[in-house]
Each structure stands twice: as C-alpha cells, then as structure tokens.
C-alpha cells in the first residue's frame, strides 16, 4: 500500500527521547524516510531500531544542535542517504533549570533551544532553496506564549525566540516554496517533564490544571500536528505558531 509520505525524507533533531522520538515513528510510519539524530546516540540508535522492527526506513547520526558544522554534517548526511531533504523537524531542546538567576544555565538553555534552532534552519534552509521546497517544524511551547513563571527565564526566552525566528523564516522563504511553522506543546509526558514532576510531585495536577483538557498529553499527539503541518493538508500554513495544550492558551 503506498502511504501518504512515501519517499519523503525528514531529519528530526532531539529524535532520541519523547517527542522527537514519537515523531520519527509518525513519519516513519507515514512513509517517510527518516534521518534520526541525537546528542544521545544510544538512546537514538534505540529510536531507530523501533522504527525498523515496524518496518520502518530510518538511520542515526549524531548531532549536536549548538555546533554548526554538527549541523552542517547531518543535512549532508541526509542527502547521502536519501537524496534530498523534504521535512525538518527542529525538537532537540532543554528543559527548564531551577534557579532563574544562573548565568551558566541561561547560557546552556539558550544555545541549545534558540541558538540550536537558528543553526538548524540555517543549513536546512541552504538544502530546501537548492531542492526549491521543503517544509520546517520547530518544537516551541506555551512557553512561547505566556511568561510563565514556574519555568526558567531562558526557557521562556528561548522559547518566545523560537516563535520569532518562525515568523521570519515562514515570511522570508515562502515565495520559494518553503513553509516554517512551529507547535506550541503545552505539558507532554516525556522524561523532560517527568523529570520536572520528580523535583516537585505537586506539578503533575497542577500542569493538568492548567489545560482545560484536564491531562498531560501524550508525545503521539504532538507527532501528530507535526505530520499535519508537514501535509499537503497544509500547504497555505507558514510563519505560524500551532498551540497543542489542551487549551491552555485559551483560557
Ligand atoms: P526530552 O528530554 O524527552 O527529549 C529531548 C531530546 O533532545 C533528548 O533526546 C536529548 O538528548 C536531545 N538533545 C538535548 N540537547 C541536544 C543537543 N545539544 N543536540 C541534539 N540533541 C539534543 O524532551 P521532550 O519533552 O521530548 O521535549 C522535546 C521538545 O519539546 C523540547 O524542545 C521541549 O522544550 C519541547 N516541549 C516539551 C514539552 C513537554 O511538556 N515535554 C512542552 C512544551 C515544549
């Protein structure tokens, strides 16, 4: 049976845990040829596996988001293997360290959820305007949205500059056929955020509190609005910032 993406070909970034890992099974399992990497290679090499024992087509590379040649090496990477790169997917990202006055940790969220984000369009971007096409998701949050302050100032910062940068891209490079979009996930179950509820218990009901929803999502949910967003569903969607909170930001 042909799928909807067959012979598509993503890279996905942060595809080693959570929800970068349940987007490279989303496309994979779409029909996508899909490029994993990670700054974790076990736990990428293991998201590959998954893939491939359904069947799947998918490879790993090692990145690193903040190095720009780490960058450079995976698009190039994808073009070896597959010919070309249709679907990047921008989900690599840090969490949000306690103490907000914390310089190194300012300088650490920062490079690895803005300044990583800005690297990766840079030399996926290069690649889509040589194959005049080609669709970008970056992983943004309500963080994003809001100055919420149970969260790190640099996450809120990094995460707002997330959005801008998606703004700019969508406008900048939509007369060449590329879109740029981001997705606003509000709490998701992954081991970023288990990892924020094991430091306080409390935040587990409180999270699912502020989505009128009432639950944490599931990272297949995230997944899904991504392979929407990269669809011919969506070919008039760019420059825009997709919330999937339960509601959060509605209320
Ligand atoms: P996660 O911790 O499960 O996965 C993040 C992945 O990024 C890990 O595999 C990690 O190894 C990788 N990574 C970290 N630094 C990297 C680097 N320098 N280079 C390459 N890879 C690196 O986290 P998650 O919850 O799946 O979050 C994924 C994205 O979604 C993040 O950008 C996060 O800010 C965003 N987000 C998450 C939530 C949530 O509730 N979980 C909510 C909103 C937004």
Not at 215 to 238: G, H, M, N, Y
């Amino acid at each position: 049976m042909t799928k909807k993406f067959d012979s598509k070909v993503a890279m996905i970034t942060g595809a080693g845990s959570g929800i970068g890992r349940e987007t490279a099974i989303a496309f994979a399992d779409a029909g996508v040829q899909v490029l994993v990497t990670d700054v974790n290679s076990t736990a990428g090499e293991e998201t590959c596996k998954m893939i491939r024992d359904t069947g799947g087509t998918a490879e790993f590379t090692f990145i690193d988001v903040t190095k720009s040649v780490s960058v450079e090496a995976a698009v190039q990477r994808a073009v070896e293997l597959y010919g070309g790169l249709d679907f990047a997917l921008n989900i690599a990202g840090l969490g949000s360290p306690s103490d907000p006055y914390n310089e190194e940790s300012w300088d650490q969220v920062m490079e690895v959820n803005l300044n990583g984000v800005f690297l990766c369009m840079k030399h996926e971007i290069a690649q889509m305007l040589k194959q005049e096409g080609g669709a970008i998701v970056n992983m943004a949050s309500v963080a994003g949205y809001r100055g919420l302050v149970v969260t790190h100032p640099a996450y809120v910062a990094s995460k707002h500059g997330v959005v801008g940068l998606t703004k700019w891209a969508g406008a900048k490079y939509a007369a060449q056929g590329l879109r740029v979009n981001s997705v606003s996930p509000g709490a998701v179950r992954t081991s970023l955020m288990e990892k924020s509820i094991e430091a306080d218990p409390s935040r587990e009901a409180a999270y699912a509190a502020k989505q009128p929803i009432g639950r944490l999502a599931k990272p297949q949910e995230i997944a899904e609005a991504v392979l929407w967003l990269c669809s011919d569903s969506a070919t008039f969607v760019t420059g825009t910032n997709l919330a999937v909170d339960g509601g959060w930001t509605a209320t």
